[in-house]
């Protein structure tokens, strides 16, 4: 099992940027896909954006253009930017590993989008 610890969330206004961190307990960047989701009170949890093994990435369409994910390998930590942020944006936000029938998640990080 890998541990995943996230940092970076806070308040921010409408328009701002954040950026979340999460660092894995060990290398598995090379063959584990990382992911970022979010859940919102009321709502399902949902995937914003993953980066796979070979360094392709997805996002969902509401973040398109607004959303980066990314990861480090040296410092051994993936990374989602996020910028013009917007009030539906709010949510826990959590790092998830995964390969076959492995699935790490994170603790989760709060974003809260207000002004």
């Known amino acids: 099992q890998v541990q995943l610890v996230e940092s970076g969330g806070g308040l921010v206004q409408p328009g701002g940027s954040l950026r979340l961190s999460c660092a894995p307990s060990r290398s598995i960047f090379s063959s584990y896909i990382m992911a970022w989701y979010r859940q919102a009170p009321g709502k399902q949890r949902e995937m914003v954006a993953n980066i796979t093994p070979s360094g392709r990435t997805n996002y969902l369409d509401s973040v398109k253009g607004r959303f980066t994910i990314s990861r480090d390998n040296a410092k051994n930590t993936v990374y989602l930017q996020m910028s013009s942020l917007k009030p539906e944006d709010t949510a826990v936000y959590y790092c998830?590993?995964?390969?076959?029938?492995?699935?790490?998640w994170g603790q989760g990080t709060q974003v809260t989008v207000s002004s």
């Open positions: 998830n590993a995964n390969r076959l029938t492995l699935n790490s």
